[in-house]
């Protein structure tokens, strides 16, 4: 995995977001009008919006370090090096889709999808074996910037994902005669032991959803 680039690429983006200020404006433009769900627990929500997103994409090469290291340990490497290969290319090529989106804002669009890919291959791996293919539960942080984005745009972003796992995974993938032997493994007691030297994964953005009980 070439983390190391996309660490440049973003420390590259804060860079030019501290010269513009374009992603801050826009995070507080949009503060007063996101969904009251939407709170932060602890100060300004317009600046609560700039530390969030930047913990949300700088999450991403924690993640594929991370993975790429439990993977290699547990021995399931052929399964999540493929999903890591995918989230990586967001970055270094982002869909056509994303063209002129730039900075900050490019790479939160990226940093979506990044998400949301490993979302989408977890669910299926949860209805399959019964385990998420990787522990991390990124799904509130993710409805957050699906509004931050815009519905229209994120739905957009959301297909792109579809897409990917089309090619990648289908139902043969999990009718395997291997798939027994990769159950175990999945849910061994080093692999679950793996990933909880990796406490980054699940920290807090600060961020959260207050959803009421109807």
Known sequence: MNTAALREQIQHAHQQELASGQLTRQLAAQAGHLHPAIQLR????????????????????DLLDAANAVAIEAGIEAQIKPVLKIAEHFFEQPPAVMQGHEGLDGLLDEAYLAHRLV????????????????????????????????????????????????????????????????????????????????????????????????
Do not use: C
């Not at 609560?48 to 913990?55: D, I």
């Open 42 to 61: 602890d100060g300004d929500l317009a600046e609560g919006l700039v530390r969030f997103v930047s913990a949300y994409i700088e999450q991403v090469p």
């Open 119 to 214: 979302e989408e291959v977890n669910d299926r791996y949860i209805v399959h074996l019964g385990q998420p293919l990787i522990p991390l539960d990124t799904t509130v942080a993710s409805l957050i910037v699906h509004q931050l984005i815009g519905e229209s745009f994120a739905n957009q972003l959301d297909e792109v994902v579809h897409h990917a796992l089309a090619e990648m995974l289908d139902e043969d993938t999990f009718d395997q005669a291997s798939v027994q032997a990769y159950r175990a493994r999945l849910s061994a007691p080093q692999t679950e032991a793996a990933w909880k030297r990796w406490p980054s994964l699940s920290r807090q953005l600060g961020l959260e959803l207050a959803l009421e009980a109807s």
